[in-house]
């Protein structure tokens, strides 16, 4: 089984950050109500979640009582910024054939994403 990566999201783990981002803090029982419960899956299988995106260092908490409340450490901005420099270093990893097959995909983006991206490049250069 391959290392899990400390700096992406998993389906579930995306779930609840998006609960966490959308109504934070919560307690872990909050998150299963919001989360959890829909999908049939165990307060422990939440719990564990929650703690594993504490670790990666997604989610902070406190202690209340016997458990904790968990709240979101980084905006949603932020988490899609250090994404997008991720996938910036991924593609220079991949050389030109990799970058130009990105490319290629790219232009089937909808315009208007993409002159807002380049609005958003253009005001952040340098």
């Known amino acids: ?15 609840v950050m998006n609960v966490l981002w959308d109504g934070s803090p919560l307690p872990t029982r909050g998150v299963h109500d919001l989360v959890g419960r829909p999908r049939g899956l165990a307060y422990t299988t939440i719990l564990t ?13 406190i202690e209340a009582g ?17 994404q997008g420099r991720r996938l910036a270093a991924t593609l220079l990893e991949l050389g030109e054939t990799g970058l130009a097959a990105f490319l290629v995909e790219a232009r089937k983006l909808d315009p208007a994403a993409v002159a807002s ?6 005001k952040d250069a340098p």
């Not at 929650?50 to 260092?57: E, V």
């Not at 016997?66 to 250090?82: I, K, M």
């Open 1 to 15: 089984m391959a290392p899990q990566d400390k700096s992406s999201l998993g389906e579930l783990e995306q779930a």
């Open 117 to 122: 991206l380049r609005r958003r490049l253009e």
């Open 49 to 61: 979640v929650l703690q594993r995106l504490h670790r990666k260092g997604f989610a902070s908490r």
């Open 66 to 82: 016997r458990g904790h409340v968990y709240s979101a450490a980084l905006t949603r901005d932020d988490f899609a910024e250090r």
